[in-house]
């Protein structure tokens, strides 16, 4: 099968599912910009769903135009006197603009307005998620597995540390440990680095001392990941699947969202000093197979909380043209008692913009190159 035969075939079964899971999260997150925006009494010029042409739109009564552009990947809030949809300022317009014309303009309003516009967006991805993995709890309930070992896998470096069946997992490197899966999150994350596992035993602890290895493991999309193996599977018997009341709901979808941002940021800073693979990394090619290989509707509605976190975070990243971006500018603002000059700020998002078309490059390369298995490593 040839790579773009591959890509298209991706393309072709996952496109819709794909579509509507990014798009809600996009919304959910330039709604956040355009909420707190309008309540600081800043002037919204454009609300689009996805970039390029025009396709549908509206302008409200307060100006904004509201509307579904031709390119469904992303969106934007764009702001009275912004150049772009990325909120970079306009140095022509915002000099010709006169001091009585100001009011209501992003660039001239407070700095605690513009820091809270700005932050709003990834502040209601991270709440989109809570309330999805909380709804899907209390609807269909919260799985979970007991870290109880099942099975030792011969050979494997649980059984070397001395791992046997019916051990409980107790605690990992003095983290306590409640379930199978967060087990799993340490693991795959811990290639090569000396765990040291306290098991209860039939009544009584032993510690143990583990170093997982780093294993290809085949994934539900039919590419494989090299990630932090033990060897150990789980008891079967312990799995549990309960309801929880909206309350523990939506205190498990809190934990839940923090646990996945640990682990993405444990992941990038192990990847980052070179001791994790990059297969782990997914754009949209291997988001749309991942949506669109969900067969349920809950599964899919849980991997809009899981990428509604991954979008929040990623925006949080002090790299200009992201959220996180202009929040570091803004930092650094408050810290000098006034921003870096237009020169500096330009060359500052030319950089950004040059290094988020370089990993979207990437990722989509590295998309094709783990799902269609031409590089897969012996």
Known sequence: MSILSHVLGIFTGNVVPALI???????????????VARWCGIRVAAFSIGFGRELVGRTDRHGTRWKISAIPLGGYVKFEGDENAASIPDPKVLAATLPSERVGLFHFAPLWKRFAVVLAGPV?????AILVFA???????RPQMLPVVGKVVPGSAAEEAGFAPGDRIVSVNGRTIASFEQLQGIVRLSTGEPLEVIVDRHGEEATLRAVPRREAQSDSLGGAQKIGVLGIQGDNATFTLDRDDPITAI??????????????????GRLLRGRESTDQLSGPIGIGQAI???PSISGRIYLTAVLSVSIGLFNLFPVPMLDGGHLLFYLIEALRGRPLSPRLQDLGFRIGFALVIMLFIFVTFNDIAVRSGIFTNS
Do not use: C, D, P, Q
């Open 21 to 35: 899971v990014l798009t809600a999260v996009v919304f959910v997150h330039e709604m956040g910009h355009f909420l």
């Open 124 to 128: 209601a991805n991270f709440l989109l």
């Open 135 to 141: 709804a899907v709890f209390v609807s269909v309930g």
């Open 251 to 268: 205190v498990e979808g809190t934990r839940k969202t923090s646990e996945i941002t640990e682990l993405t940021l444990t992941y990038i």
């Open 292 to 294: 669109g290989e969900i």
